[in-house]
């Protein structure tokens, strides 16, 4: 098998996600955007990753608050999944009309979701036209509502 003969885009396709939703705080403003591509990095101390577009909002957020909440989305929540990643905050405010939390980082928890991860960042490494953010989880909580698993047709047909 060679370049050629390999559908890269395909075989990416195979990797199963999760869904959710990073929010952050910059001054009074919250944003947040739905993701799927998380992952634990370290057990001790508890850390994880997460790749942003350098030209989503939220990307900004982060960058100067230096923290951010990974809120797993629970099933049965794909409509909150699909608010969240459907629209930029540049041009509407997607916090509004909704319930959320501050954390202790400032960054906004939203309520009713599987668990939420809040995290200090600690690295943030430049890959393409993405930044792969790495946080150190300072607060979590896990709730009775099992994750929501990313499946392709749910949001792209």
């Avoid at 591509?37 to 370290?42: A, D, L, P, R, T």
Wanted: proline residues 4%.
């Amino acid at each position: 098998m060679n370049d050629e003969t390999w559908d890269k885009k395909s075989a990416l396709r195979h990797l199963t996600y999760g869904v959710y939703v990073v929010s952050a705080r910059r001054g009074e403003e919250c944003n947040a955007l739905t993701v799927r591509m998380v992952s634990q990095v370290c057990a001790q101390p508890p850390c994880v990753a997460v790749s942003l577009l350098k030209r989503r909002y939220t990307h900004d957020f982060i960058c100067e608050s230096r923290a951010f909440v990974i809120n797993i989305l629970a099933q049965g929540q794909e409509l909150l999944g699909g608010h969240f990643g459907l629209r930029s905050g540049r041009t509407s405010n997607k916090m509004a009309g909704l319930e959320w939390e501050i954390g202790k980082t400032g960054a906004p928890i939203l309520p009713d979701c599987s668990a939420f991860l809040e995290c200090q960042l600690i690295a943030a490494h430049d890959v393409g036209n993405s930044t792969l953010f790495i946080g150190q989880v300072i607060s979590q909580a896990a709730f009775s509502r099992p994750p929501l698993r990313f499946r392709e047709e749910d949001y792209f047909g």
